[in-house]
């Protein structure tokens, strides 16, 4: 048995070596923390790496659903800045005093999506096949689905439903489902040929409102990156990436100060 | 209890029954299988090196993740996929969705669950039990049903509590190839995840507290029944 101790030893001395390489201080001294929704997170990583290299701060981005989100900020996560896939869990989370900011930063396209067949409203409106679509009962995305179906009275065969529209996504993608409403971005994203999807008008459904929220005791730098969030340069990025933006109007109310 | 989360609960436990009779049938013969290697020294060479990789595949659920297993299927149930289309021309069906697909992805996740405690029990039994009663002249199912299973009933009633158990507890493989249809693919852990996304607490409450009292009371009775069996071995 004492060889069997040896290795014990030896190993409880080896996890305090590794156990102080994991708890050594980070290099930069203020680490921006957000949390983005699942639909947003490839366009805020590009975002991010722009900020980090003209601020000189380094930004750690975690992506789940806005519902986990909400509940990890409600329940005391560090985040500086959440980026919400809607805009009612933000309002949730300022009516619940956990925030100093809250703001629309991009409409979301609702786009059906069927591969390797013509799309179109007709197509759409004459699909009876199997369906992927986020779910209705927590994705915006979801929610405008469900509103587009019963609007344009479609009737697909079957609806299947992703736990977030990545996850629809990924069922039209590997095939499971012939077809899908997803999100304009991952089309983009993934190049997806022009002629495979349609972009669902906006009036067909309640607007995609995607909302951020600087945390309570976020650092002083998460302002910062707000202001470059609205940044006419990464207002056109958003855009390029499949998002509607808030309007001019908005826009320069938001950089004098005018709102809230 | 709302009548959606009760449909959840009924599901839960039909996947959960259907599986565990699958490993049943398909477990059995591979646990035993894989208990003969110590015995058997005439054996191959090539039978002992089958053994060994069959046997670390059965044990990788154990430390794979579930969304590797979940991907996986994802990739093979799609019609674009072998699998996937033979599945397809043969039932016009796709298995994503499905309630099989689910029973293929639960016995999957939950084989090491059955085969470990089986093939420990095949193992440690007394052989010559067995060997004398093919002296007397028992056939070979004879000598399964009447000794092997009640020889090793405590490996079995782990075996079988486990599988069972584990495959309610499943969550992952659910998640990525489920869909979440009601009566078909939402089962109970699914139906929690949907209430904490909509931020319904109040009836997350109520299936997570469920589900913990049910793991406890299934892993107490489990640990009472085999102190029992264990004290019986012992004064017989």
């Not at chain 2, 019609?79 to 293929?104: I, R």
Request: proline share 5%.
């Amino acid at each position: 048995m004492t060889s069997s101790n040896g290795w014990i030893k030896r190993g409880v001395l080896l996890s305090g070596v590794l156990l102080n390489l994991f708890v050594q201080p980070s290099c930069f001294a203020d680490n921006l923390r957000i949390g983005v929704a699942a639909n947003f997170r490839s366009t805020l990583e590009k975002i991010a790496t722009g900020f980090e290299l003209t601020h000189n701060v380094k930004v750690d981005i975690s992506a789940a659903s806005t519902g986990a989100l909400f509940a990890q900020v409600k329940n005391g996560a560090p985040f500086d800045i959440v980026f919400a896939a809607d805009s009612v869990r933000p309002a949730l989370l300022e009516s619940m005093g956990h925030t100093r900011l809250r703001r629309t930063y991009a409409y979301g396209q609702l786009v059906f999506w069927i591969p390797e067949q013509p799309a179109d409203e007709r197509a759409l409106i004459q699909y009876r096949g199997t369906m992927a679509i986020a779910n209705p009962r927590h994705a915006p995305y979801g929610k405008a689905a469900i509103d587009t179906l019963e609007l344009m009275r479609v009737n697909p065969g079957r609806l299947v439903y992703g736990t977030n529209i990545n996850q629809a996504f990924n069922f039209v993608r590997t095939g499971n489902a012939p077809a899908g409403l997803v999100a304009l971005s991952q089309i983009r994203y993934l190049n997806v040929p022009a002629n495979e999807f349609w972009v669902v008008p906006d009036q067909s459904h309640a607007p995609i409102e995607q909302q951020l929220v600087v945390l309570k005791d976020a650092s002083v730098t998460a302002e910062l990156f707000v202001a470059y969030t609205f940044d006419p340069d990464t207002t056109r990025l958003i855009e390029q990436s499949g998002y509607l933006v808030p309007d001019a109007d908005t826009l320069s109310r938001v950089a004098n100060g005018a709102d809230r | 209890m709302t009548e959606s989360d009760l449909v959840s609960l009924w599901l839960t436990l039909k996947l959960a029954f259907v599986t565990t009779v699958v490993l049943i049938v398909l477990g059995t013969p591979l646990a035993w299988w894989l208990s003969q290697r110590s015995h058997a020294r005439e054996r191959g060479r090539m039978v002992k090196l089958l053994q060994n990789i069959v046997e670390p595949l059965v044990a990788l659920p154990i430390v794979l993740p579930p969304t590797v297993v979940g991907f996986y299927l994802l990739l093979a149930f799609s019609p674009n996929s072998l699998p996937g289309e033979l599945w397809q021309s043969a039932t016009g069906t796709t298995l994503a969705f499905s309630f099989y697909g689910l029973v293929l992805g639960s016995a999957i996740y939950s084989l090491p669950f059955y085969v470990q405690p089986l093939q420990v029990a095949f193992s440690s039994m007394q052989r010559e039990l067995i060997e004398a009663a093919a002296t007397l002249g028992a056939s070979p199912l004879d000598r399964f049903f009447s000794l092997i299973v009640p020889l090793c009933r405590r490996g079995f009633f782990i075996a079988i509590c486990l599988s069972f158990a584990h495959t309610v507890g499943e969550f992952g493989i659910v998640l990525m190839i489920g869909g979440n249809l009601p009566d078909e693919t939402r089962v109970l852990s699914i139906a929690l995840f949907d209430h904490v996304e909509a931020l319904d607490y109040g009836r997350a409450h109520v299936l997570a507290g469920g589900l913990l009292v049910f793991s406890f009371v299934t892993l107490f009775l489990l640990y009472a029944v085999d102190r029992r069996w264990q004290n019986g071995t012992r004064t017989t």
